[in-house]
């Protein structure tokens, strides 16, 4: 593996070797370049990042803390079977942003671009409602119409998260069409882009979709990992071993990745949700089950039967309830700079409860999962260490709007239930 | 013969100053046995061209008509293999209407990419296919593809929208062949009452650019718009108005309404003024 090569991507037609690209209607064509026109000259922009830095900073409440997660460190070391004093776990602490998590620092970059492309019109696609939010959020900021896109599933999962949207002005638009998820619901905003693209802007919430949306939401979601690594050289004084994170489309993971693909020494682990088990067809593992192919205006790889019909994803957490998953994740893999793991359903779940009881923070479904593969990382790295082992997580978001669902999952599994935890 | 039987089919209309009628079903909807039938129909009907949708599950192009159908050829298992042998028995029997028809298919990339960009354009060949639409498959995409079509003279359709700015069109029409597929309006595929306003203005900037046959389409819907279009373009794509009627009625009565309204549509082409 070329680091070099591996951090100078995508090239100029938005490829990361062999994955992303454009692959969408003609009618969409100009307005991607447009887009990208925009974003290279705002991206090199000392007044555009500025104002972005501003808001990060004073709206969102950036940079969130680098947490040492004490109790959770001593409670994975024994469950590993590993010494306690070695080992510590650092929170990267997203879910203290405002709205809750981490896609609002790339909805306020995108909101500021699109009002200097004179859009007034907004569009967004969202699975557990964060991006939507988010958006949404932004978008009763800046005065501009707002119309969120989701699947009637996700909406009935999540409707904690409908109503702050409804409350923060926005139209949600339920999508019945497919598994009725947030494939459907991206599906769905690009149809919206493709009629109504003269004066709107799409704010794909995800490293998804047609160049430049992969290149440019990382970038924007960078600001993890930029300030992870400062706060970690810091705290701790030298690089963590890993950095850990979720994947669904991949926002958080390629955020706090990016700014630590030259520094080989440290191992980047992104998990995906296998749902109920990679053995079964409710699973969300693209990277670990899908084969190449083309989602969502860009080549990676997707979930998908032999005809190449897109598969439906499952997952508890409807963040992570995707068939594909970012261009440059499926890159990074190939190369080897990366590394992806699956954790189930109950895996998540249990690591839900348990940072809840040891830490106080109640974690999002989907930042849950980048937390259940911790036993697992650190038995496997116990031996190869002889300093101490210090890993992120990155704690994308947090678990307010998943309390009702995981009280709901855990009367139907008593025995994940331990004496004196008081959920259910 | 594949693209040259599209060149001669609009050589040939020319001739008679008409203009081609081309229709869109979605194959496998409701039957592939059905959509054999259906072809038949719309050749006699009155349609010049044929254009099958391969279905696929996440169709970003489609409006709601379309998609629901793909779902139902989906359903009934359809594949891009049963379609291409679709297109195989339409070819063999040589005293069907169908036989020589140039058919067109309709395909999202990953459908390709799934069967193999390169051997795809040799195995539509093979089964009679003499072009290919594909709607999110812009020319900077698919260059295996481009050039395993090239050699086997499977038509690659370039699609043109109202939003393609005039430098863009110039590659758009350079990478084509068949005939060029004018995307009226902005948006998804799906009946509409009326024609795009900037119609006439968009066709004229095309046939400046290109010497291929233009065919307008997506919310062409009515007789009154074939009647419209055919005095600008070479050809109009019908296709959620038809599907529409496949939805809406069962068995027999598919194939007389679908007949009838071809033979609406194509009456309304046969005094072509360019």
Known sequence: ?424 | MAKERLEKTFAALAAKNETALITYITAGDPSLEQTKLLVETLVAGGADIIELGVPFSDPLADGPTIQKAALRSLKIGTTLKKVLDLVTELRADRNSLASQIPIVLLLYCNTIFSHGEDRFPADAVAAGVDGIVVPDLPPEEGTALRREARRNGLAVIPLVAPTTPPARLKTLVAEGSGFIYYVSVRGVTGAREHLAPDLAENIARIRRASSLPIAVGFGVSKPEHAVQIGRLAEGIIVGSAIVRIIEEYSGEEILGKVRKFAGELKAGLKERTI
């Open chain 1, 1 to 424: 593996m070329n680091i070099p090569e591996v951090l100078h991507v995508p090239d100029e037609s938005g490829h990361f070797g062999e994955f992303g690209g454009k692959f969408v209607p003609e009618t969409l064509m100009p307005a991607l370049e447009e887009l990208e026109e925009n974003y290279q000259r705002y991206r090199l922009d000392r007044e555009f990042q500025q104002e972005l830095a501003y808001y990060l900073r004073e709206y969102s409440g950036r940079p969130t803390p680098l947490y040492y997660a004490e109790r959770l460190s001593a409670e994975i070391a024994k469950k590993a079977g590993a010494d306690k004093r070695r080992l510590k776990i650092y929170l990267k602490r997203e879910d203290l942003n405002h709205t809750g998590a981490h896609k609002i620092n790339n909805a306020l970059g995108q909101v500021l671009l699109a009002l200097r492309m004179r859009k007034r019109r907004i569009i967004a696609e969202t699975g557990a409602g964060q991006h939507g939010v988010a958006t949404a959020t932004v978008c009763a900021k800046f005065g501009l119409d707002c119309v969120v896109y989701m699947g009637a599933e996700d909406i009935k999962r999540q409707a904690l998260n409908v109503f702050r949207m409804k409350l923060l002005g926005a139209e949600v638009r339920p999508v019945y069409s497919g598994s009725r998820t947030l494939k459907d619901a991206t599906n769905e905003a690009i149809r919206d882009w493709v009629t109504n693209v003269d004066d709107t802007h799409y704010i794909i919430g995800s490293v998804v979709g047609p160049h430049p949306y992969p290149a440019m939401v990382r970038d924007f979601q960078a600001v993890i990992g930029r300030e992870a690594r400062e706060q970690c050289l810091k705290q701790v004084g030298r690089l963590p071993d890993y950095v850990v994170a979720c994947v669904g489309g991949g926002s958080n993971a390629m955020g706090i990745f990016h700014p630590f693909i030259p520094d080989s020494s440290v191992k980047l682990i992104g998990v995906e949700a296998s749902g109920k088990g990679l053995e079964t067809q409710e699973n969300a593992a693209s990277l670990t089950l899908g084969r190449p192919g083309v989602l969502h205006g860009s080549r990676s790889y997707v979930l998908q039967t032999e005809d190449g019909q897109i598969r439906e994803a499952y997952s508890i957490s409807a963040g992570l309830d995707y068939p594909g998953v970012g261009p440059e994740h499926a890159y990074l893999r190939k190369t080897g700079r990366a590394q992806y793991l699956a954790v189930t359903d109950e895996q998540a779940v249990e690591a839900f409860c348990l940072l809840s009881e040891v830490e106080g923070i109640i974690p999002a479904l989907e930042s849950s999962h980048a937390l259940a593969v911790l036993p697992q990382l650190v038995q496997n790295a116990a031996e190869t260490n002889n300093d101490e082992l210090v890993i992120i997580v990155n704690l994308s978001g947090r678990g307010d709007k998943d309390v009702q669902q995981v009280a709901e999952y855990l009367q139907g599994k008593p025995e994940l239930v331990k004496e004196g935890t008081k959920v259910g």
